[in-house]
């Protein structure tokens, strides 16, 4: 059974960092590419970020490119989201979330985290 267990959201003021990891389980980890994804309130889920299946390759969306990091450890199965610079239109739930191939759309991916809630205060 596939796994994708998110932590470290919580509440943070404007101009703070939080880190989210994702700990992936019961899946190939290094034959899916990863994402993270959130949701705000009353709006879709819309992607933030994605790594390839080897760490090599990295998108973002543009509302968080400079400020964000994805990154992955194999070894581990994990992969992370180093959040910067946070502003309050970053709040929502952050989802992680794992595809083979390359991709941006939530529908495209096949498991999800339960997520975490990221509120950031002004």
């Known amino acids: 059974q596939v796994q994708l267990v998110e932590s470290g959201g919580g509440l943070v003021q404007a101009g703070g960092s939080l880190r989210l990891s994702c700990a992936a389980s019961g899946l190939p980890f290094t034959q899916y590419n990863m994402g993270w994804f959130r949701q705000a309130p009353g709006k879709e889920r819309v992607f933030v970020a994605t790594?390839?299946?080897?760490?090599?390759?990295?998108d973002y969306a543009d509302s968080v490119k400079g400020r964000f990091t994805i990154s992955r450890d194999n070894a581990n199965d994990t992969v992370s989201l180093q959040m910067n610079s946070l502003n309050p239109e970053d709040t929502a739930v952050y989802y992680c979330?794992?595809?083979?191939?390359?991709?941006?759309?939530?529908?495209?991916?096949?498991?999800w985290g339960q997520g975490t809630q990221v509120t950031v205060s002004s």
């Open positions: 790594i390839n299946y080897s760490g090599a390759s990295t």
């Open positions: 979330a794992a595809r083979r191939g390359w991709g941006i759309t939530p529908p495209s991916y096949d498991y």
